[in-house]
């Protein structure tokens, strides 16, 4: 751990550097699966759901950023390559071989609710530990995903009824 500004002893800070740079590889890997949604859509809805995709990317780019930045703040080393995300990331895999809009939205749909989770779990141990900073972060971003996880939900209704997300091994996602 480097010198930080925080107030928070050092055992808090790495605890907290480990927690933010778990939720940067998963971020990291949100923001990649939206990308591949965004790149490989096909079909009627594509673009409502392109500029979706491209929106959502986006904002999770910001946020990914701002939770590198918290970890150095901290005094710690924010970690986000292609090998360390693949290695660290709790989300589900992006499958590779979808292009219906729906499937798309289903997929985002799992990995957005993964992401949400770890969210509140991160808030909590922020919160463990005294850090506010964090937690106020975490608390932030969640609101931010919170309200794209409803978008993608409300897409899955079709003519009032919901098309029920399945995880991708064909079983219905809880």
């Not at 589900?92 to 979808?98: I, R, V």
């Not at 809009?101 to 770890?118: I, K, M, Q």
């Not at 991160?122 to 608390?139: C, K, Q, R, W």
Request: contains cysteine.
């Amino acid at each position: 751990m480097f010198k930080s500004p925080s107030h928070l002893p050092e055992d808090a800070r790495k605890r907290i550097a480990e927690s933010l740079n778990a939720n940067l590889a998963d971020g990291l890997d949100l923001q990649l699966a939206i990308k591949v949604a965004h790149w490989n859509i096909k079909g009627p809805r594509f673009p409502g759901l392109h500029l979706l995709f491209d929106t959502f990317a986006a904002d999770i780019t910001n946020h990914n950023d701002t939770i590198a930045e918290r970890a150095v703040t901290l005094g710690a080393k924010a970690f986000g390559t292609a090998r360390h995300v693949a290695k660290h990331s709790r989300l589900p895999e992006y499958p590779g071989a979808l292009m219906d809009g729906d499937a798309h939205v289903r997929a985002l749909t799992e990995c957005f609710a993964s992401y949400a989770t770890a969210l509140r779990a991160d808030i909590a141990h922020a919160t463990e530990v005294e850090d506010a900073g964090s937690a106020a972060l975490y608390t932030d971003i969640s609101r931010g995903v919170d309200t794209r996880l409803g978008f993608l939900e409300a897409y899955l209704h079709h003519d009032g009824s919901r098309i029920e997300p399945t995880r991708h091994n064909g079983r219905r996602a809880e």
